[in-house]
């Protein structure tokens, strides 16, 4: 088998794979054995017709196209490896030469990662610089407050305006503003008990600071208008009124930072709850710093190359955004369809917008390939074993069920190239460079 590449624009690849005539003989052979018992020749028992006969009543032709077909199975992947290639897309197969007695020669046309000549990028870990800041005593601080306020009780404040950080029951009723105030609208909403934690930003914008200051069964009218970019076109840029009454007012009360709050969550002293929490703010520091770093070196980086980005690469990470784009919409109880409308925007548009981020996405995925392969990083199955692990623990699943999961539908793999693209991230994050080349500790 002969096999020449052809670059061709928007990183289609054209294979074009050549095969001896002994090698289409052996396989007209295979494919007579497979086609014969599919006709009728009178005389003669299904199956069990001679080949001359055979192709005197039905013709070689079928055995030649079964031949073809199956030489096209077998050296296709063949192919491929040959030629460097790795297909993104489904192929498409042109026959260029088909006769008995000839070389077998097909075309395959298929979109397919583009060639990448990686630039240099050794300076740049070892010109950025990674600095992790040490912990600062206001931060800590700010860490152990937040401790404080995750232990805090919910308290009766029924005597006390509302504040922020608050939890309030309101009877609430919404309408929509209409230019006769004599006619009222249908109430949009109506609630007899909901509750609402002021300064959380889960109620609608402007909501939560006007009921800042009111006071237990006092009734109230607010009036705000919903954001332009509001998930409900019902609401979305529209006057509203709610009526308004708190009718419970809670308060968080604190515990103090000392010993009995470090016992309760499950530490023996403020001492020791003091280093945990400098340990968290240091982890969070030093993730934050290799991120920035990160992004400094993958933005210069970007900078250095030019590649031909696959538009089924970029196809898939927009269906990945939007499916994203669901989950989100989802937990308010809205969908694309609502948000799409809120906006006035038709699916294509909306493709289109999350095109260039899509892009960015795929040339950062392939670059982050390339400097795996010429770092030689790679996933061990025991990493793999541990992600599997941490999967099943989050999704509460057998580990086995998890596993058997991924193999079966083929997705294995795909988690395997996730996690050298976080390998890679993690290696372009943290690794610093001397003036050598080495590592520094």
Do not use: C, W
Request: net charge negative.
């Amino acid at each position: 088998m002969q096999v020449a590449l052809q670059r061709l624009p928007n990183s289609v690849a054209r294979i074009t794979v050549t095969i001896d005539p002994s090698d289409l003989s052996v396989a007209m052979d295979k494919a007579f054995r497979s086609v014969v018992g599919k006709y009728n020749v009178p005389g003669f028992r299904r199956g069990k017709v001679p080949r001359p006969i055979f192709e005197r009543f039905v013709g070689s032709e079928v055995i030649l196209q079964e031949a073809a077909q199956q030489l096209v199975q077998n050296r296709y992947l063949e192919a491929l490896s040959e030629a460097s290639v790795e297909p993104v897309a489904e192929p498409k197969i042109n026959i260029v030469k088909l006769d008995v007695g000839e070389p077998f020669e097909f075309d395959i046309e298929v979109e397919s990662k583009p060639e990448l000549n990686l630039p240099a990028y050794h300076d740049l870990l070892r010109e950025e610089p990674l600095e992790i800041p040490e912990p600062t005593e206001e931060q800590i601080d700010q860490e152990l407050a937040a401790v404080a306020k995750e232990q805090a009780q919910m308290v009766p404040a029924d005597d006390e305006p509302v504040s922020k950080g608050n939890r309030v029951v309101l009877n609430l009723e919404g309408y929509l503003e209409t230019e006769d105030e004599s006619e009222d609208s249908e109430a949009f909403v109506e609630d007899e008990s909901y509750t609402l934690e002021i300064g959380s930003g889960t109620a609608v914008e402007g909501l939560e600071d006007q009921l800042i200051g009111l006071r237990v069964n006092e009734p109230q009218t607010i009036r705000l208008t919903y954001p332009e970019n509001h998930p409900d076109v019902n609401l979305s840029g529209k006057p509203v009124r709610f009526e308004i009454t708190v009718i419970e007012n809670k308060r968080p009360d604190i515990p103090e930072i000392n010993d009995e709050l470090a016992k309760a969550v499950g530490l023996e002293s403020l001492q020791e709850l003091h280093e945990h929490v400098k340990e968290n703010v240091k982890n969070r520091l030093e993730t934050q710093a290799k991120n920035d770093r990160l992004a400094r070196v993958m933005g210069k980086l970007k900078e250095r190359v030019s590649v031909d980005v696959p538009e089924s690469l970029v196809s898939d990470a927009i269906h990945s955004q939007l499916r994203e784009l669901e989950l989100s919409l989802a937990q308010i109880g809205a969908n694309t369809q609502e948000f799409l409308d809120s906006r006035q925007m038709t699916p294509e548009a909306l493709h289109e917008q999350l095109r260039p981020s899509a892009e960015e996405q795929v040339k950062e995925e392939l670059l982050m390939e390339a400097i795996a392969k010429a770092e030689k990083l790679d996933v061990s199955e025991e990493e793999i074993a541990e992600i599997i692990a941490s999967l099943a623990d989050t999704y509460r699943q057998p580990v086995d069920d998890m596993l058997r999961y991924y193999k079966k539908t083929g997705e294995m793999e795909l988690l395997r190239a996730s996690a050298l693209i976080s390998k890679t991230r993690d290696y372009l994050a943290s690794t610093v460079l001397d003036k050598e080349g080495e590592s520094e500790e």
